[in-house]
DNA sequence: GACCTAAATGAAAAAGTTTTTCACCTACCA
DNA sequence: TGGTAGGTGAAAAACTTTTTCATTTAGGTC
């Protein structure tokens, strides 16, 4: 499930962060596209909201939410500051080259190689970053 | 096996591009590095080599090299701009978060997960990308 | 080896993106 | 209803990447 306004909302009260129209205005635009977005683009949705905020300001709230794991920032060819609305859920990628669009999956099951690499080379293995790049049905097609 | 730099020339000349001093410095920078480099580091590494090269001919010499698939750009969790030598056997990186070091390990084990993904969402997987993020045991023992 | 030409280069500037600074404002708690 | 820590917007700085253009050069031809 993918996270609520609502729901982040409550979660940035609770760490401390004030609730502040701007906010509300990105998390909006945010939790309601399916699709990732940059900072430009979030910014000029968020306008026809909220007129006036500063490009500034999204970087910031951007920064905020990401830390707090409540958007999650995507790297792409576009960009590396492309976020999209996150799942509550440890979770990965599948992103078609051609068009961009992402699909999410959750079962990645690399615990077994994770502990081989650990007591193969000493490391305290604290995240892993996987992503799977291809062509989705859609542009398949249209290439025959 | 890491594409050798006389291989990449070779690939160059066949595509019909010149062999230039400045290529040749770039490309020796690459295939010499083990890690991944932003086009600014390449600049600085190449500049010991061949003072004088500007970053445009990096951006241009990498673009090119990164069309012919001789080279990998990667969109890691550290950024969108960086390249790398590309292999002939497919690797992954263990980094360490605290000091940069980089292991590189082989056997990944994702064909099964590949599969799965594939059947479900009708994606051609084309390529994965794989990190994992930790300490390693001397930045572990520096803590301690 | 000298010549020719398309391709490549470097410098400068433009265009874009991200961060920093700072004076002012406001959400939220007591 | 204050007080205050945290947030905002504007401007500018700091970077990164692309474009433009005059000059140079690699590599083929004679």
Redesign the interface.
């Known amino acids: 499930m993918r996270l609520t306004e609502k729901k982040i909302v409550e979660v940035l009260r609770q760490s401390g962060y004030k609730i502040t129209p701007q906010r509300r205005a990105i998390l909006e635009v945010i939790t309601h596209s399916q699709e990732h977005l940059t900072p430009s683009a979030i910014l000029e949705k968020v306008n026809y909201i909220h007129p006036g905020i500063g490009l500034v300001t999204v970087y910031r709230t951007l920064e905020v939410l990401s830390n707090l794991g409540l958007i999650c920032r995507m ?3 576009e ?2 500051h492309s976020y999209k609305g996150a799942l509550q859920e440890h979770h990965h990628h ?1 992103t ?2 051609e068009c961009g669009r992402v ?1 999410e ?1 959750t ?3 690399l615990g077994e ?2 502990e081989r ?2 007591a ?18 859609d542009c ?1 097609k249209a290439v025959a």
């Open positions: 790297h792409t060819a960009g590396c599948l078609c080259t699909v999956f079962n990645c099951d190689l994770e690499l650990s193969q080379t000493g490391f305290n293995i604290e995240s892993h970053l996987l992503e799977f790049l291809g062509r989705c049905r398949q």
